[in-house]
């Protein structure tokens, strides 16, 4: 995708990734049934400022393991997935999309469980 500068987005930027994102979603979770395909929750969406290329975070459930061939179900997806959201967003050319993985919720949990763990050991001192 090459260096891209995604500064603030305009109302129509942030509105159409928003549209996408709750749109991805849904096709994902209702309609591909590729078995690469784990637990998926579709974070958030970044586009350019030409509305061409799309960014699509995803969060995978059950770790790296799960999360290289999700990627890879997603993105031998995205012919359907581009031609779907065209016809549901009404877009005369829906955005090239590329799906990237998400880590922050992976981290947060990992975070988590080291303050439990911290925690519990102030307590047993």
Known sequence: MGKVHM???SRRQARLADQIRAAMAEMIGAELKDPR???????RVE???DLHQARVWVSVLGGANKAQP???GLTSATGYLRRELSHRLRLRRAPEIFFRLD???EESDRLEHLLQEL????GDS
């Open 119 to 122: 925690h519990r050991r102030e």
């Open 37 to 43: 395909i784990g637990f998926v929750t579709v974070t």
């Open 70 to 72: 999700t990627l890879e």
């Open 47 to 49: 586009l350019t400022a």
């Open 7 to 9: 500064n603030t987005p």
């Open 103 to 105: 880590r922050g919720p």
